[in-house]
């Protein structure tokens, strides 16, 4: 019984071209993250929700989005991909602001 | 602006004996302290969490402690088992700051046979 489910697994995209990845939770947690993770780094905050409030870290580039259309719900849209933007996406979720995240298996994003 | 270190990239130890995976950090407004353990092509696994409050906090194999004054914590894992290699991540968070986590480089926990 997954609690936060990514979706896919693995996407492959080309050089500028729009790509989406999603997330859901059957935990019913008000928060959800998104998180940039690139080999041998530590997971980096992106943004956030907080219900329907985003919060978007300072140092996240304009080319990353998200939404967030429900509670369930939330999705990671790269406008214009570059090769530095290969990386895993990790979503995570918790019940309430500074409690413990949960976090999804991650989608792997390859740049061609 | 580094401001959880692990310092040890790579740990191996022998099954049955005991891991220890050290954590530091610098920002005296950390209240809250998370470790996490990953495996290849899978998301973070929550696996135990300390307050500020406290100095210790246990759950069946796993311990975490925390030394405020030294802004240093471990995480001990006995008995070690091959099924717990994996890349152990601490994380910190702070009220201030609300949801966001501050993650260490993660240390690679090898458990021989």
């Known amino acids: 019984d997954a609690m936060v489910i990514q979706n896919p697994r693995y996407q492959v995209t080309q050089f500028g071209k729009p790509v989406t990845l999603s997330c859901s939770q059957t935990l019913n947690h008000n928060v959800m993250y998104w998180y940039q993770q690139k080999s041998s780094q530590a997971p980096k905050l992106l943004f956030h929700?907080?219900?329907?409030?985003?919060?978007n870290e300072a140092d996240t580039p304009d080319n990353f989005q998200s939404r967030r259309p429900n509670t369930s719900f939330c999705f990671l849209d790269i406008r214009s991909p570059g090769l530095g933007d290969a990386a895993m996406y990790l979503c995570?979720?918790?019940?309430?602001?500074?409690?413990?995240?949960?976090f999804g298996p991650g989608t792997r994003l390859l740049v061609l | 602006d580094q401001q959880v270190k692990q310092n040890s990239p790579s740990l191996s130890v022998q099954e049955g004996r005991i891991s220890i995976l050290n954590c530091d950090y610098t920002?005296?407004?950390?209240?809250?302290f998370l470790w996490y353990k990953k495996y290849p092509a899978e998301g973070p696994t929550f696996l135990i969490s300390?307050?500020?409050?406290?100095d210790k906090n246990e759950d069946g194999r796993f311990t975490v402690f925390l030394n405020k004054s030294a802004k240093h914590l471990s995480l001990h894992i006995v008995p070690s088992q091959p099924g717990d290699s994996a890349v152990y991540f601490c994380?910190?968070?702070?009220?201030?700051?609300?949801?966001?986590?501050?993650f260490g480089e993660g240390t690679q926990l090898t458990v021989n046979p």
């Open positions: 995570a979720t918790s019940r309430g602001r500074g409690e413990t995240q949960y």
């Open positions: 920002n005296s407004m950390f209240d809250y």
């Open positions: 300390i307050s500020s409050i406290k």
């Open positions: 929700y907080y219900d329907k409030d985003f919060n």
């Open positions: 994380a910190a968070s702070d009220m201030t700051s609300g949801s966001r986590l501050t």
